[in-house]
């Protein structure tokens, strides 16, 4: 799990628990690339992209998949970044009716002209949007942002401190399995009702206020009493929210195989079923995390090691 640095409140808590990281070293040259039955190494890639044999136009060809993107996405995150707050809702409605694919194929970027098939398809099998072409621009431009710009960190040790770095204060008040079936708002304060998972026990708990983080795609299910206490847009969003799927399988193995390949962090990137595959650093891991990212009928899949 890579903590990108814009996540400000998670790195608030991390400084306050005083926690350690380290950077997530998301690329590194030597990374192996596996795409149309041809094997090499990031760093030859960069030098040479047609290696790959992606049937780009000719005013494409010498240009990697990053490069490409960042052509036509980058002058639109500058422009985000210089005033984020005006300048979004201005590329909202701008960009509000491209899906990824549309944009890529038919927005008029900097560079002169859209993209090609050929160079689509390669920014999709390597920057892993493969399964999200038909997803909203913005959605994948809020995700991708990333690929500009963002680094990003891991908390040393495992990132599972920080959590427990809250149990001191928490611990006495935290209830397991419980599944949360009703919300009941009075004028001064709040009722959750839950149901234990196993043992189909009722249970509650009044306080002042609820701070309730369960996905809208549950929180569909949850009664709410009275109804007007959200207002009829949350409802909607609550109703129209959308998530892709996505899926993080862990393997373990008995060696570190990968570092002896010369894989010290960074991913490697396949258009084999397997497709992404992160290589952790630090502390005695052995484990291989698989994720994959799926929005039927693509698939696009990433592992994490
Ligand atoms: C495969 C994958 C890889 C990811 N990698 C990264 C990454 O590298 N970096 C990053 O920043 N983000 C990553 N993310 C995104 C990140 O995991 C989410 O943004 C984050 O977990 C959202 O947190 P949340 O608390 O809002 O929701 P969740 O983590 O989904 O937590 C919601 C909780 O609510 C509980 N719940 C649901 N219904 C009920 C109910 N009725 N009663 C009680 N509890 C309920 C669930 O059991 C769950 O524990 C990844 C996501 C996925 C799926």
């Not at 599972?160 to 599944?179: G, N, S, T, W, Y």
């Amino acid at each position: 799990m890579r903590i990108p640095e814009y996540h400000y409140l998670v790195f608030e808590y991390i400084h306050k628990f005083g926690l350690q990281i380290h950077p997530f070293i998301n690329e590194t040259p030597e990374e192996v690339i596996y795409v149309n039955g041809v094997k090499t190494r990031a760093r030859i890639y960069h030098r040479q992209p047609d290696i790959l044999q992606y049937p780009v136009a000719p005013h494409e060809a010498w240009k990697t998949a990053k490069h490409l993107f960042n052509l036509a996405v980058k002058p639109i995150v500058d422009f985000i970044n210089k005033d984020p707050i005006r300048n979004w809702s201005l590329v909202v409605k701008r960009f509000d009716k491209y899906s990824m694919y549309t944009f890529l194929k038919f927005y008029p970027h900097e560079f002169g002209t859209p993209f090609s098939e050929g160079a689509i398809e390669m920014m999709a099998v390597l920057l892993d949007l493969e399964g999200l072409m038909e997803e909203s621009f913005l959605d994948i431009l809020r995700i991708n942002m990333p690929l500009v710009q963002t680094r990003f960190y891991q908390i040393t040790g495992g990132n599972a401190r920080l959590p427990e770095a809250f149990l001191p204060q928490v611990q006495e008040d935290i209830v397991f399995q419980q599944r949360m079936s009703k919300i009941v708002q009075y004028k001064n304060g709040v009722t959750i009702h839950s149901i234990h998972q196993s043992t189909l026990e009722p249970y509650s708990v009044t306080g002042d206020f609820a701070i309730v983080t369960i996905p809208f795609t549950v929180l569909r299910f949850v009664e709410v009493e009275p109804r007007d206490s959200f207002s009829h847009n949350k409802w909607k969003a609550i109703r129209e929210m959308n998530f892709a799927i996505s899926t993080k399988i862990a393997i373990e193995f008995k060696s570190r195989f990968w570092e002896r390949e010369g894989l010290m962090g960074g991913k490697t990137v396949t258009d084999l079923p397997i497709r992404f595959t992160y290589a952790a650093l630090g502390g005695n891991s052995i484990s291989l995390k698989r994720f994959f990212c799926k929005r039927e009928p693509k698939v696009s899949d990433s592992t994490v090691f």
